[in-house]
């Protein structure tokens, strides 16, 4: 079964520019998360999408945005892009909604994202 | 707001040594805690995931505890080997309505040969 996998791998785009990274979850799955990991503020979580309805939000601002497709797939959106928003972007997949028991989230290799 | 800790932020051992690994979270209210690892410039790899339930899993060498009325969970390594060199962290999620994973500061940890 193949994994999560996200694209693209490394982006370098400058300042006020938008990006859209892609992920695909693994087949089956319905939830989508997204998070940003940097080297001073770690891993922080952007938004949940289950079932192409956002569930959970992070505290970022408004320029980060996310979508999810019929067919699970999500993709996620910077707008006016800033030097801090340089980071690792993770996109998870899991199975279903965490009240449906055990939950294990299936990390993609990420997609490198250098603003300059 | 949960906040989760782990501390060392490095640690260096000889292969062979056993060793844990902590982290401490300050709402005790989760659904569950998962702990990671992180190669290099890599995406996570999931190790273990207790239920707040649950007391401990168990996963080869690994064995990981779970306290929740502390706020504590540690992940104990066996006979390590140098192929376990990653950086270690370990993600709180929250009860129903919360669901989002917090993530710790993650231990590096080096295997010396």
């Known amino acids: 079964k193949a994994g999560v996998t996200q694209t693209p791998r490394y982006l370098i785009k400058t300042r006020g520019q938008q990006v859209t990274l892609s992920c695909s979850p693994i087949?089956?799955?319905?939830?989508v998360s997204w998070y940003q990991q940097t080297p001073g503020q770690g891993l922080q979580f952007l938004f949940e999408?289950?079932?192409?309805?956002?569930?959970n939000k992070g505290n970022f601002p408004g320029r980060f945005s996310g979508r999810q497709f019929s067919n699970s797939r999500s993709e996620m959106n910077v707008s006016t892009l800033e030097l801090g928003d340089s980071a690792l972007y993770l996109c998870?997949?899991?199975?279903?909604?965490?009240?449906?028991?055990?939950?294990?989230?299936?990390f993609g290799p990420g997609t490198r994202l250098l603003v300059l | 707001k949960q906040e989760v800790t782990q501390i060392p932020a490095a640690l260096s051992v000889p292969e062979g040594e056993n060793l844990v690994l902590n982290c401490s979270f300050t709402?005790?209210?989760?659904?569950?805690l998962q702990w990671f690892r992180q190669d290099p410039g890599k995406g996570l790899t999931s190790l273990l995931l207790?239920?707040?339930?649950?007391r401990e899993q168990t996963s080869g060498r690994l064995n990981a505890s779970l306290d929740k009325s502390s706020g504590r969970s540690t992940l104990y390594i066996a006979a390590s080997q140098p192929g376990d060199s990653a950086t270690y962290l370990c993600?709180?999620?929250?009860?129903?309505?919360?669901?989002?994973?917090?993530f710790g500061t993650g231990t590096r940890l080096t295997i010396i040969p």
């Open positions: 207790i239920q707040s339930s649950q």
């Open positions: 993600a709180v999620r929250g009860n129903f309505g919360n669901e989002k994973l917090t």
């Open positions: 087949s089956g799955h319905r939830s």
């Open positions: 709402d005790s209210a989760i659904y569950n």
């Open positions: 999408y289950f079932s192409e309805t956002q569930r």
């Open positions: 998870a997949s899991s199975l279903e909604a965490p009240a449906g028991g055990p939950e294990t989230q299936y």
